[in-house]
């Protein structure tokens, strides 16, 4: 099981700077709309990360914390 664990920690580790380039892509498609999209991009982005439901460019962060996160508990557990 530690293994395991490991191999998720490292999944998580890499998959994470893909995931900061995605959102850093998205925000750039959105710096171009005025500052009033922007605010509400803002708003949309909070309620992703704070919804527990990744739909927009969070998602891969998520999947990341998600792998390191549970490779933390499988690796402390066994």
């Known amino acids: 099981m530690k293994l395991a664990g490991v191999i998720l920690v490292v999944a998580g580790v890499i998959l994470l700077p893909f995931g900061i380039l995605q959102f850093r892509k998205e925000w750039k498609a959105y710096r ?34 998600f792998c390191i996160v549970m490779g933390v508990i499988m690796i402390t557990t066994h």
């Open 32 to 65: 171009e709309f005025s500052p009033k999209t922007q605010k509400v991009f803002v708003l949309i982005e909070i309620f992703d990360v704070l919804s527990g439901v990744p739909i927009l460019s969070t998602w891969l962060m998520y999947l990341s914390a």
